[in-house]
Antibody, heavy 114, light 112 residues
Framework: EVQLVESGGGLVQPGRSMKLSCAASGFTFSSFPMAWVRQAPTKGLEWVATISTSGGSTYYRDSVKGRFTISRDNAKSTLYLQMNSLRSEDTATYYC???????WGQGVMVTVSS | DIVLTQAPLSVSVTPGESASISCRSSKSLLSSKGITSLYWYLQRPGKSPQLLIYQMSNLASGVPDRFSSSGSETDFTLKISKVETEDVGVYYCGHRLEYPWTFGGGTKLELK
């Protein structure tokens, strides 16, 4: 069974940084591209970033380019999202997803507020 | 960016009846490999989304065959036959044709 468990969320001040982690199990992590998708309170789904199986290719939505970094450690079956220069509009539940959404974590809430 | 427009915004269905949700793309979702990059997800209340359909018409693992999807290169329909209480939630279409990946705005399914 695919399991994805996010951690690292919470309350952070604007301009500060936060790093999310996603521990994967139940499948061969290194064989799948991984992604982060977020959902602002009462809003729809918004893709944030994707990383290839090796980590050699990464893709970001324009609003987070230069501020967020997606990475992975295949030896630890863990996905990361380093978020810098956080803004109030980054407030959302962040989901770790496998490939095109064939597995989702439970989500972790990130609140950016002073 | 590819814009996905879902209709209706909400639908109310009697249990046992059928429901259909539309998703229209601003661009063809047919890839150069001949795959239509359209996905359907269900987000039940208070839960994470789950994949229902991939590549326009393929049922994801564990999804009951009451769910089906069809379409062209730009117009797609998710059909739910014999709606059950567990089908309540928000349905999203999404594409993976190119970056940025985008989602439709969602369609809320409720029971009468």
């Amino acid at each position: 069974e695919v399991q994805l468990v996010e951690s690292g969320g919470g309350l952070v001040q604007p301009g500060r940084s936060m790093k999310l982690s996603c521990a994967a199990s139940g499948f061969t992590f290194s064989s799948f591209p991984m992604a982060w998708v977020r959902q602002a309170p009462t809003k729809g789904l918004e893709w944030v970033a994707t990383i290839s199986t090796s980590g050699g290719s990464t893709y970001y939505r324009d609003s987070v380019k230069g501020r967020f970094t997606i990475s992975r450690d295949n030896a630890k079956s863990t996905l990361y999202l380093q978020m810098n220069s956080l803004r109030s509009e980054d407030t959302a539940t962040y989901y770790c997803t496998r490939d095109a959404g064939s597995g989702w974590g439970q989500g972790v809430m990130v609140t950016v507020s002073s | 960016d590819i814009v996905l427009t879902q209709a209706p915004l909400s639908v109310s269905v009697t249990p046992g009846e059928s429901a259909s949700i539309s998703c229209r793309s601003s661009k063809s979702l047919l890839s150069s490999k001949g795959i239509t990059s359209l996905y359907w997800y269900l987000q039940r209340p208070g839960k994470s989304p789950q994949l229902l359909i991939y590549q326009m018409s393929n049922l994801a693992s564990g999804v009951p065959d009451r769910f089906s999807s069809s379409g062209s290169e730009t117009d797609f329909t998710l059909k739910i036959s014999k709606v059950e209480t567990e089908d309540v939630g928000v349905y999203y279409c999404g594409h993976r044709l190119e970056y940025p990946w985008t989602f439709g705005g969602g369609t809320k399914l409720e029971l009468k």
